[in-house]
């Protein structure tokens, strides 16, 4: 039996009916991270001791008869949240020693869970790229070729899942940060909505856009997971406090009068035409379940991009000022004085593109410019915000494409910010108005994966995940895997 | 937009950014082309529109009673830091 291609649920009914122990399960990860790890790159820091553990604890729990859902299931999270004990780097070398004192929500919410715990997923410097090119601890390949990008800035946990050096990870989504690399590895991936999953433990990118989801094959693997780790926490002072439905148990809604939006203006523009053929394919499997397919307009979609890009620098501007090398992090050798300490110490821990966002976002923030940047782009949010909402009276769920392009090589956009900037055009909308979306593969162009985005009203997970659920009833896309990783 | 040597070393420092000399110039390059990306904001009309202030709308910053919640961590959290002694961070002297 291939314990790598068998869904979330498969591995629960196994490890419930002893057709195989979570022991043996973690060695079976373990043994796919050791031949594959060395080149994918997926892992920052790979963890098999702790995975074991994790796993003789799990078996307990199966013998015991008081197993969750997901006990003995591994996983991997991605570096960004803390967890006590093992490192939390954030893909720089700013936190290259940092070990935390306490455990992310999101991680205490999946050890509570009996979830093995495989490793800690490379990422783009402060989860700032669309590539994985900008980690301090290296590149990501693409499973599906390795010589392209995964995407970013969830790309370790985006290659791992592809591959199934995993069967899960968590991922967070700033800009598009789980949902690009899923659709560029062929996988699933959601984003819930803004306070949905708490942010206490997850490094601070843009507190007003930043979201916790996970990255699995299929949006059952998602829902179940999504239920374990969504809810209140007051521990995030921007949690909310809306209960949590049972996701995986309400997957079996019908799309049958459905009505899915087709959001105008990701289709025209730049949209490759091969793109948007996949798209069309996949409104006409809906169109064949019985869903009623509607054309909505967001005239400042475009806009999503540029405001982006004020609102986001501005954010990590001031969150990453918390890196001063006194308290954590690096540390400069032989400061002169204390405005030596902190610029050298900054100037040595951050990469290339974080130090861009920083000094981007405390431009748009000084005396002068305020109005001029950070003020109108909140209110072109608004704005985009409010055409969202007028779209979510015409129809239920709206979908596009997910990215632009299907995995583009490594090294291809590193050297043009605004290149790559531009591959989140279609998926920042839903972080500036704080809406849920998701990614499904839909399809292969010359073998390598695209993602359909589907995004819903806010607290509208679990009509997403049924959706994606329903098409994937449907066709075969998620179940692909890169041949040489089968 | 296109920015002088001077306002990147002004940035920098308002950032407390320590920058190489391939770095300035670099920055200037990339730093001007993300303003007039973003300056295609003003083609468009968001006057009267309240600036976004929450995602949810009517969600408003929870506040908690003023109750002591954290427990004495400080050993563990110094752990983290590069130069402690006695219990204090240590940082260059500031006052001569």
Redesign the interface.
Same mark, same amino acid.
């Given at each position: 039996m291939s314990l790598h291609t068998l869904s979330v649920a498969e591995l629960a009914a196994g490890l419930r009916r002893k057709q195989f122990s979570a022991t043996e399960l973690a060695q079976h990860f373990i043994a796919r991270c050791e031949a594959h790890n060395g080149l994918l790159n997926g892992y920052i820091t790979f963890t098999p001791e702790r995975a074991l553990a994790d796993a003789a604890a799990a078996d307990a729990r199966l013998a015991s008869g008081n197993a969750g859902p997901l006990t003995g299931i591994p996983l991997a999270q991605k570096d960004i949240f803390c967890t006590d004990g093992i490192r939390t780097t954030c893909g720089s070398r700013m936190l290259e020693?940092?070990?935390s *004192?306490y455990d992310a929500t999101v991680v205490e919410r999946l050890a509570a869970a009996g979830t093995v715990l495989l490793g800690k997923t490379n990422m783009d410097e402060f989860a700032m790229g669309s590539s994985n090119e900008t980690s301090y601890y290296g590149l990501v390949r693409n499973p599906w070729d390795t010589a392209r990008v995964p995407g970013g800035s969830s790309g370790g946990s985006a290659a791992v899942v592809a591959a199934r050096l995993a069967p899960v990870a968590t991922g967070t989504d700033t800009g598009g940060s789980i949902r690009q690399p899923a659709a560029l590895t062929g996988i699933s991936g959601i984003k819930p909505?803004?306070?949905r999953v708490s942010r206490y433990g997850m490094i601070a990118f843009a507190s007003?856009?930043d979201q916790a989801g996970i990255m699995a094959p299929s949006a059952e693997d998602c829902a179940l997971f999504l239920e374990a780790i969504a809810g209140f926490d *007051?521990r995030d /002072?921007?949690s909310?406090d809306v209960p949590v439905p049972a996701y995986s148990a309400e997957l079996g809604q019908s799309v049958k009068g459905l009505r899915i939006g087709v959001v105008r203006e990701f289709m025209e523009g730049g949209l490759d035409p091969a793109n948007a053929a996949l798209v069309r394919d996949a409104l006409q499997v809906y169109a064949s379940l019985g869903a009623e397919i509607v054309d909505v307009s967001c005239p400042?979609m475009g806009?999503s991009? *540029?405001?982006y890009?004020?609102v986001a620098p501005a954010e990590c /501007?001031s969150n990453l000022?918390r890196f001063?090398?006194?308290?954590? !992090?690096h540390?400069c050798a032989d *400061?002169?004085?204390?405005?030596? &300490?902190? =610029?050298?110490s900054?100037?040595?821990g951050?990469g290339?593109e974080v =130090?861009?966002r $920083?000094?981007?976002g405390?431009?748009?923030l000084?005396a002068g410019y305020y109005d001029a940047?950070y003020?109108?782009?909140?209110?072109?949010?608004? &704005?985009i915000?409010r055409e969202f909402a007028a779209a979510f009276t015409q129809a239920d769920v709206l979908v596009g494409p997910t990215s632009p392009t299907p995995a583009f090589k490594l090294g291809d956009k590193v050297d043009d910010? $605004?290149t790559m900037?531009l591959n989140d055009i279609y998926t920042i909308g839903a972080n &500036?108005? !704080?809406l849920p979306a998701m990614s499904i593969p839909c399809g292969l162009l010359e073998g390598l994966p695209l993602g359909l985005q589907l995004i819903g009203p806010?607290f509208a997970e679990s009509r997403l995940l049924s959706a994606a659920h329903a098409y994937q009833q449907a066709t075969d896309w998620h179940r692909r895997l890169p041949a040489a990783y089968a | 937009m296109s920015l002088s040597r001077r306002d990147?070393e002004h #940035?920098?420092?308002?950032?407390?950014?320590?920058?190489?000399e391939e770095?300035i110039s670099?920055?200037q390059g990339?730093?001007s082309?993300?303003?007039a990306? @973003?300056?295609?904001?003003?083609a468009?009309d968001?006057t009267g #529109?309240?600036?976004?202030?929450?995602?949810?709308a009517d969600?408003v910053?929870?506040l908690?009673p003023d109750e002591v919640t954290e427990t004495d961590?400080h050993a563990?959290?110094q752990?983290?830091?590069?130069?402690v002694e006695a219990g204090l961070?240590l940082?260059?002297? @500031?006052i001569e």
């Open positions: 020693n940092f070990v *004192p909505t803004y306070g007003s856009l *007051p /002072s921007t909310v400042n806009m991009v *540029p405001t890009y004020v /501007s000022s001063d090398g006194v308290r954590f !992090g540390r *400061p002169k004085d204390l405005m030596d &300490l902190y =610029k050298r900054r100037g040595e951050f290339a =130090k861009r $920083i000094m981007t405390t431009y748009v000084s940047y003020l109108k782009a909140q209110q072109v949010r608004q &704005l915000s910010p $605004i900037y &500036l108005a !704080g806010h | 990147v #940035i920098a420092h308002l950032a407390r950014l320590s920058l190489g770095e670099a920055a990339s730093l082309s993300i303003l990306f @973003v300056d295609q904001l003003n468009v968001a #529109i309240a600036p976004m202030a929450h995602p949810l969600q910053q929870r908690r961590q563990r959290y752990a983290n830091a590069a130069k961070y940082v260059p002297k @500031v």
